[in-house]
Antibody, heavy 125, light 111 residues
Framework: QVQLQQSGPGLVKPSQTLAVTCAIS??????????WDWIRQSPSRGLEWLGRTYYRSKWYNDYAVSVKSRITINPDTSKNQFSLQLNSVTPEDTAVYYC???????????????WGQGTLVTVSS | QSVLTQPPSVSGAPGQRVTISCTGG?????????VHWYQQLPGTAPKLLIF???NRPSGVPDRFSGSKSGTSASLAISGLQAEDEADYHCQSYDSSLTGWVFGGGTKLTVL
């Protein structure tokens, strides 16, 4: 059974960097079939996919257009975890941030089958 | 404004059947990408409910079913139970945005 455990500060000041980490158990961040994603949820924007990291003989990242200039997702193979950094945050970045595993199986498109518990991050001075 | 459009709310009495629609466009559902559905109970993370348009993960009751046609998909819940009261979200891939997209979510109230 895959479990994702998130950690990170709940309050970030405007213009600073938001950072959340997701520890994986029951799978590997270096999996050749899974990807490791970040998704956020706010009342105004609903669920919003932010980006992913995955390993297919080398590391790849994909980012949503809406945050591409400000986001970095990094794997940490020594701790079997991955992290989200979002720079230059504004109050509009206030949301619950989720990590998730995505996988494509049985001839179907990629789906998010395991989720972390969520981290409420508030951007405020 | 979400890329996929869902009704904000639906309701039904215990035992009844309700459906939730998810409407997209030619770059997502209409392009042939699968639709997945998630159930989100209050205060918890979304949980995969239906994948690949109509498949149920192990443990999901057969009261839940999904379908897809053209640029839309639907989630049906039959034999409504009080524990089904939750938010439901559809999700697909969008080739124009080159990323994964969600509906705005539908709140199901069991009367």
């Amino acid at each position: 059974q895959v479990q994702l455990q998130q950690s990170g500060p709940g309050l970030v000041k405007p213009s600073q960097t938001l950072a959340v980490t997701c520890a994986i158990s029951g799978d590997s961040v270096s999996s050749n079939i899974a990807a490791w994603d970040w998704i956020r949820q706010s009342p105004s924007r609903g669920l919003e996919w932010l980006g992913r990291t995955y390993y297919r003989s080398k590391w790849y990242n994909d980012y949503a257009v809406s945050v591409k200039s400000r986001i970095t997702i990094n794997p940490d193979t020594s701790k079997n975890q991955f992290s989200l950094q979002l720079n230059s945050v504004t109050p509009e970045d206030t949301a619950v941030y989720y990590c998730a595993r995505s996988i494509a199986e049985a001839g179907t498109d990629r789906k998010f089958d395991y989720w972390g518990q969520g981290t409420l991050v508030t951007v405020s001075s | 404004q979400s890329v996929l459009t869902q009704p904000p709310s639906v309701s039904g009495a215990p035992g009844q059947r309700v459906t939730i629609s998810c409407t997209g466009g030619s770059s997502n559902i209409g392009a042939g990408y699968d639709v997945h559905w998630y159930q989100q109970l209050p205060g918890t993370a979304p949980k995969l409910l239906i994948f690949g348009n109509s498949n149920r993960p192990s443990g999901v009751p057969d009261r839940f079913s999904g379908s897809k046609s053209g640029t839309s998909a639907s989630l049906a819940i039959s034999g409504l139970q009080a524990e089904d009261e939750a938010d439901y979200h559809c999700q697909s891939y969008d080739s124009s945005l080159t990323g994964w997209v969600f509906g705005g979510g539908t709140k199901l109230t069991v009367l």
